[in-house]
């Protein structure tokens, strides 16, 4: 059984780069328990670095109070442990570097240690989504979600369904970009 909106609670992304980072502070801002994970330490402290200056920001131009904020960052984990970033989230983001087999590898690895009801998804603009749902033994479940950089600051983000993805999924993605305050624009 895939996981719904009303039972998604954690969020994990992959990837501590430019949208990775944005994408769990967006995340954590909206009331989400987040694991940031990357392969290394230094990106992660560069992303923690990163995502206080963004919500620092996001005071000044009263978009957050200074509680909202640092409450959010209280709910990251950032970490180098890809399996406990995962095994707990039901809502994963991959958001590692534009190449297909690098992503690839990793949806292999989520598909064995996410919970087999969580909803995979990707942050690509370009790459084939459905050759990455391929590699996983559940490729009903994976989705993209195309972020605008930075995610912090733009509204829109695509929810691209695969060839084997259903409506129910597409829909819980959906609602997932709208909790985050964002706009949902649904592709194929």
Request: glycine share 6%.
């Amino acid at each position: 059984m895939v996981v719904n909106i009303d039972d998604i609670e954690t969020v994990a992304v992959i990837g501590s780069g430019q949208m990775g980072r944005g994408i769990g502070a967006v995340a954590a801002l909206a009331g989400y328990d987040v694991y940031l994970n990357d392969i290394e330490e230094e990106p992660l402290e560069e992303a923690k670095e990163e995502i206080e200056w963004s919500y620092g920001k996001a005071v000044e131009n009263d978009a957050a109070t200074e509680e909202e904020t640092a409450t959010a960052l209280d709910r990251i984990t950032f970490t180098t442990d890809f399996e406990g970033a995962v095994s707990n989230a039901e809502f994963v983001t991959e958001a590692a570097v534009e190449q297909q087999s690098i992503k690839e590898d990793i949806f292999e690895d989520l598909d064995d240690a996410a919970p087999e009801e969580a909803i995979l998804a990707t942050n690509t603009s370009g790459l084939n989504i459905t050759e990455l749902a391929e590699v996983t033994d559940r490729p009903e479940q994976v989705i993209g979600t195309h972020w605008f950089n930075p995610p912090m600051l733009m509204e829109l983000v695509e929810v691209i369904m695969t060839e084997y993805t259903p409506a129910g999924v597409a829909d819980t993605g959906e609602a997932i970009v709208e909790s985050f305050d964002r706009t949902p624009i649904r592709c194929r």
